[in-house]
Nanobody, 116 residues
Framework: QVQLVESGGGLVQAGGSLRLSCAIS????????MGWHRQFPDKLRESVAI???????RYADSVKGRFTISRDNAKKTIDLQMNSLKAEDTALYYC??????????WGQGTQVTVSS
């Protein structure tokens, strides 16, 4: 069973920054893609960012230029650096991984609240 544990969420003022981190129990060599989703207060979900096995990253249009996803294979973590935060970024943020077997696993989520 692969375990993912997010950290770094919290309350921040609009315009501020937060860095989310996701610690992964699985060997990174067994992982293809990894990324972050978010669930808004109205329960809608959005794929925020994804980074592939070879380091190619893609972002939702809503976060391009403000968020940066990175992976550290040695530390077995995925980070999401969030700058210029807006009230509409308020959501529960989940990290996930997709293994080379095709299985996917999710963290429990970390809350990000941006006050305007």
């Amino acid at each position: 069973q692969v375990q993912l544990v997010e950290s770094g969420g919290g309350l921040v003022q609009a315009g501020g920054s937060l860095r989310l981190s996701c610690a992964i129990s699985e060997s990174m060599t067994n992982i293809n893609d990894m990324g972050w989703h978010r669930q808004f207060p109205d329960k809608l979900r959005e794929s925020v960012a994804i980074i592939t096995r070879i380091g190619i990253s893609r972002y939702a249009d809503s976060v391009k230029g403000r968020f940066t996803i990175s992976r550290d294979n040695a530390k077995k973590t995925i980070d999401l650096q969030m700058n210029s935060l807006k009230a509409e970024d308020t959501a529960l943020y989940y990290c996930y991984v997709i293994l080379r077997t095709g299985q996917n696993y999710w963290g429990q989520g970390t809350q990000v609240t941006v006050s305007s």
